[in-house]
């Protein structure tokens, strides 16, 4: 059965090339919802318009821009008259290095993309709402990784975790105005985004939770069709994790996964680099 309320509505979705994007543009579109994909490689959001059955164009913009986000605001009214649900999806993820080798250059384009993007586009959003007097709802893409902390991947974890502060400040404002905004927090789901050996990793860590298995990005395109839908009328501010249950666990138990792990290796490269620095 359809989900209430997405016929004929219009839908922004970025980072709509490959990846999660791509999988709710076309869930979106599959429930009769016009798309806008919206991707920094123009040609790729193309591409995905194209293979969508519902109506869809595909934007080239630079979602970390102010001019890259007014750019395909206009081109969405320009096209469809209207924006009712935006999908702040883009996002990338850095490196695996350690704290003390993270560059500042690498720092700040996670956060401009991760964190300074969705800022840009839930303004963009809020703007629109008021001039054309309508409201709508905002799903923005967070992460498991903003719920709790990490060695590795610190400007992607320290974004996500930004992302889930705007969506709880954006929620309280829009509330009143009859815009709701949520946010998801995929867990696992391997992605050409992470490249062969990080999916194949991802794969493994996956066998932990409790479901054994990663996600799909079909699985997280069913449930941001869902926050956007009339069947959740009344959830704003959530963050919905999406991760076969992996945030759950108590990772120093036998049965969290993560707690099997023997830290004698986990630990041994930055124990040896520190032990090598101090003499």
Do not use: C
């Not at 979705?13 to 123009?42: C, F, I």
């Not at 869809?56 to 081109?75: F, P």
């Not at 924006?83 to 250059?105: E, K």
């Not at 991802?202 to 997280?220: D, K, N, V, Y």
């Amino acid at each position: 059965m359809a989900y209430k309320g997405l016929q004929e509505k219009v839908a922004v979705v970025t980072g709509a090339a490959g990846g999660l994007g791509r999988a709710t543009a076309l869930r979106l579109s599959e429930e009769g919802v016009k798309v806008v994909a919206v991707d920094l490689d123009a040609g790729k959001a193309e591409e995905t318009a194209a293979s969508l059955p519902s109506e869809a164009i595909g934007i080239g913009a630079d979602v970390s821009s102010e001019q890259g986000t007014e750019h395909y605001i206009s081109e969405a009214i320009s096209a469809f008259g209207k924006i009712d649900f935006h999908h702040l999806n883009a996002g990338i993820p850095g490196s695996l290095a350690d704290l003390v080798d993270v560059p500042v250059d690498e720092w700040d384009k996670v956060m401009a993309v991760n964190l300074r993007g969705p800022f840009l586009g839930v303004r963009a959003a809020f703007r629109q709402y008021l001039q054309t007097g309508t409201t709508g709802s905002i799903v923005i893409t967070a992460s498991i990784a903003g719920l709790r902390g990490s060695n590795d991947l610190l400007a992607y974890t320290t974004s996500k975790h930004g992302v889930i502060g705007l969506v709880h400040g954006a929620a309280v404002y829009g509330g009143p105005l009859g815009v709701r905004v949520n946010g998801i927090a995929p867990g696992i789901v391997p992605t050409p985004i992470f490249g062969e050996a990080g999916q194949a990793d991802m794969i493994r860590r996956a066998g932990t939770s409790p479901l054994r298995r990663p996600g799909t990005p079909e699985e997280i395109a069913g449930s941001v069709a869902f926050l956007f839908s009339e069947d959740a009328s009344y959830i704003t501010g959530e963050i919905l994790s999406i991760d076969g249950g992996a945030s759950i666990q108590n990772t120093n138990r036998n049965s969290g996964g993560a707690g099997l792990w023997n830290v004698d290796v986990t630990d041994r490269a930055l124990l040896a680099r520190h032990r090598v620095s101090s003499n």
